[in-house]
C-alpha cells in the first residue's frame, strides 16, 4: 500500500527547485517632511509570501529568517504610507514611511537602486532585471526585456514572422533553460515564439544566471536559466493597468489585479492583448518589416496557505496568436494548399497561428517547524498547436507535455544539507512539413518530412540527489548529480557543481561547471529555415546534444559617491560541446543542411560590468561581453570540415544605462546606448562581417498620485539593416532568404502609455 501511495504522489506531483533560505535585516525610518529620519518603533514588517510578520524594535530595526526565491517585503505603520521592497538574496535593508499626507506611492526598492543589479546572496551570479527595470523601455514582452543587459542578446529568427530569439554565452536561446517561478516552460514547438507570449508587466523580476546550475530541473540549461517571477496572488496591487501605443500603431494592453479572497485564498489574473493592424515597408523592398499580428493571453494564479505553513499553488493560461506577413500585397487567406493562389500570382507571403493551454501545481510542505526541512511537488501540463505557412513551405504540429517533479530537502546541521528528487517527462511532438511548386497544377509537394524526421515522442524518468555545504560564513558549495533515462536518447549521467567564496565581505568569487545536454527540435529550433527558397536536408539522424560549461565571476562590491550598493564584476564562461546539432547554409546552395558536428564546437564569453551612481538618484551601468564562437561545419566539394567563425553570432556587446529620478520620483528620465558588434556571414554571402551598429533608447516618466504617464523612443538614430531579405524583388527565386538577419529590422519608434497602479 505504501508503495502504491508513493508511486501516485510522484506521478501526480513534481518538486519545485530548493532555493537556498536566507535571511534578510533592515531598518524602518520615519521621513519627516523636513528630510530628516528617525527609527520608527513597532512598524510591521510582512514578509507577503511566506505569511510572516514581524515588528520594528526601539531602534527601527527588524530581522526575517527563512525567506526563499524572490520575496515581497512590506513595511507599514498607522498614519504612514507604505513602503514595499522586492528582495532576493541576504541583504541589508532601509525602508522609509512617510506621513500619509505626504503623498509618496508606495514604491518597491528597485525604483531607488539600479533597475538591473546582481544579486549578492547569489549561489551563481544572477543578474537580475527588475519590476523597474522592465518599466524602463514600456516592454511589452519578455522578448523587449533585455535591452538593457549585455549578457543577453535579442534578434529575429528571420524577417517575415516577427519570431524573436535570445543568446547566451554566444548560443541561441535553445540552449537556455525558460523557466517560469522554476518550472521549465517554451520548449519544444513552444520556443520560437515563446518570448512574445509572455509581457513584461506580468512579472515582477527575471533573473539570469549563466552556466549550469541546480539539477533539479533537468539538464536543458547548457549555457544558463532565464527565471521569470510573475505578479502574485498577494501582491498589494488590486489592479493595475498598462496601455501602450506606438507611432507604428502597435496597441497594447496590459491587466493584473491580485485579490484577497480570505487570510488562506488568494489569486492574481492577468491579462493581455497585442494588435497590429498596419504594415510597414521602411526599406522599401516589398516585403512587411513586421507582420500584422492579434494576440491575447490570460493567465490566473492562485495560492492556498495551510494552517502549517504548506502552500498549494496551481494556475492556467491560454494564449492565441495569429500573423500575416510578406510581401505588402499579400492578403489572409491567400496562402491556402488547396489553390496555392499566392504563388500562382506571384505573391509570397506568411501566416501564422499559434494557440495553447498549460496548468499547473506546487505545494510545499514544511517539516519540523524551523529546521528548514521540507518536501515539495510539482506537476504541470501543457498543449500547443501551431500552423506556418512561408511562401511555399507549411510547417504544422501539436505538443502535449507533461512533467512531474517530486523532492525532499533535509538540513542536517547549520552547515549541511542535501535533497534527492525524482522527475520525470511525456513529450508528444506530432508535426509535418511540406515544400511545394510554384506551378499550382503539381498537387504533391516537391520535399516532405513527416513526423518520423522532425517530429519527437521522448519520455524521460530521472533521478537526483544535491547535496549543499555552507559555513555560514565565507564558503558555499553545492554538488550535485542527475541519472536519467530518454525513450530516445538512453541514459544519461551529469554532475554539476557550484562555489561561492566571499574573499571579503565585498569581494566574492564564483564558479561552476557542468554537464547539459538536450533532444534538438530541428525546426522549431530554428525556425528561420522556413523563410528561404532552400529545401531543409536532414543528412543524418541527429542525436542528443551533448556538452560541457565552466566559468567564473568575481564581484567586488563597494560604497562610493552616492551608492553603498556600487559593483564591479568580471566573468568568463566556456561551453564546449561533444555533439551539436548544426545548420549549414554553405553546404550546399540548394538545401539547408542540418547534420551532427564532426569536430570541435565552443564557445568563449568574457564579460565586465560596473555599476556607479556618482550623485544621488542618478545610477549609471555600464557593460561590455565580447563572444569568441567556433563550430567545425563540413565544405562542399573535397574539403576537408573546418572549424570556423559561427556564423551570424556576435562579436561583441557594450550596453550605457543612464537613469535620474528627481526626489520622490515624479519625474523619471532613462537613456540606454548599445553598440553591437560586427557578425560572421556565411559563405554564400560573401563570408566577412556584418556592420557595427548603435541602438538608443530614451524615456521619460512622469509620476502622478497612481498612475505613471511615460513617453519615449526607440533605436533613435532610425539604423536598420540594409536588405534583410536577400532577393526580395524575385521571392520564388532560387536566391530568395530571408533568415539572415543580424541587425534590426525597424527604424525609429515613438511610443506613449500610461500606468494605473491601485493600491491596497
Known sequence: MKRIFLTILFLCCAGVLPMMAYKVTGKVNYNKKDGTKEPLEYATVAWVEGKTMVNTVADGTFEIKNLKGTCTLVASFIGFTRDTIVVNGEEVLEMELFDEDNTLASAVITARRNANYLAKGAMIKTEVITAAGLCKMACCSLAESFENSASVSVGYSDAVSGAKQIKLLGLSGAYTQMLDENRPVMRGLAAPFGLTYVPGQWLQSIQISKGPSSVTNGLEGITGQINMEHRKPTDEVPFYLNLFEGSNLRSEANIASSIQINNKLSTVVMAHATYDAKRHDDNHDSFSDDPMSRQWSIDNRWLYVFGNNAQLRWGVKALTDTRVGGQMDYSKGMNQESTREAASRGIWGSEIRNSGISGYAKLGIPLNGESGDNIAFIADYSYYDTQNSYGLKYFDGHQNMGFFNGMYHKVLSPKHSFTVGLSGEINDIKSNYRMYSKDIAVDRPVQQLGNDVIGLKDNMIGAYGEYTYDNGGNLTLV????????????????????????????????????????????????????????????????????????GGNITQNFALWASEESYISFDYFRSQFHNQAVIDWDLSQSAVSIYNCSGKSFTDTYQIDLSLEPIERFTTLF?????????????????????????LTSTYKGVVNLQYATPMNKWTFDF??????????????????????????????????GVDIYAGVENITDYTQDSPILDASAPFSDGFNAAMVWGPLMGRMFYIGMRLTIWK
Not at 531 to 548: F, G, N, T, Y
Not at 633 to 645: I, K
Not at 684 to 696: D, H, Q, R, T
Open 479 to 550: 554538488t550535485g548529480v542527475r541519472v536519467e533515462k530518454h525513450s530516445t536518447g538512453g541514459w544519461s549521467v551529469a554532475p554539476r557543481a557550484n562555489v561561492k567564496y566571499s574573499i571579503t565581505d565585498n569581494l566574492i568569487f564564483r564558479a561552476t561547471v557542468g554537464r547539459g545536454l538536450r533532444n534538438s527540435h530541428i525546426i522549431a529550433d530554428n525556425l528561420g529555415v522556413l523563410s528561404s527558397s532552400r529545401k531543409i536536408e536532414i543528412l543524418e539522424p541527429i542525436k542528443r546534444e551533448d556538452a560541457w560549461t565552466f
Open 623 to 647: 557593460t561590455f561581453r565580447y563572444t569568441n564562437a567556433k563550430v567545425t561545419m563540413n565544405r562542399s566539394g573535397n574539403r576537408a570540415p573546418e572549424l570556423v567563425n559561427r556564423p
Open 672 to 705: 540606454t546606448a548599445q553598440v553591437n558588434g560586427p557578425v560572421y556571414l556565411p559563405e554564400f554571402m560573401g563570408g566577412g562581417k556584418s556592420s557595427v551598429y548603435p541602438m538608443l533608447y530614451a524615456q521619460i516618466t512622469k509620476k502622478f498620485r
